[in-house]
């Protein structure tokens, strides 16, 4: 069973940084992708970062030039580094692991970290 634990959220001023980290049980080389979702209440869930085993970024519009998404593969961890934050950004921020298959995909989720951007 895979689990992926978040850590790295929590109160910051507008314009501070925070950094994420999704440490996983197993390696992350195994996963196709893995990535960062956030969601605030009564709102859908939202992609923000998503980074594929060959080393392809992908961000939301709103996060780019702000939000970098990384892995530290030799400690099976994906980070996201957030800059300057904005009250917008607050929510909270899940990790993704994502296997592909011929006949489908699994999701894996964290259990989440609130990030509150606020002065």
């Known amino acids: 069973q895979v689990q992926l634990v978040e850590s790295g959220g929590g109160l910051v001023q507008p314009g501070g940084s925070l950094r994420l980290s999704c440490a996983a049980s197993g390696s992350i080389r195994s996963f196709n992708a893995m990535g960062w979702y956030r969601q605030v209440p009564g709102k859908q869930r939202e992609v923000v970062a998503t980074?594929?085993?060959?080393?392809?970024?992908n961000y939301a519009d709103s996060v780019k030039g702000r939000f970098t998404i990384f892995r530290d593969s030799a400690k099976n961890t994906v980070y996201l580094q957030m800059n300057s934050l904005r009250p917008e950004d607050t929510a909270v921020y899940y990790c993704?692991?994502?296997?592909?298959?011929?006949?489908?995909?699994?999701?894996?989720w964290g259990q989440g970290t609130q990030v509150t951007v606020s002065s």
């Open positions: 980074l594929t085993s060959g080393g392809s970024t």
């Open positions: 993704n692991a994502k296997t592909t298959y011929a006949l489908g995909s699994n999701d894996y």
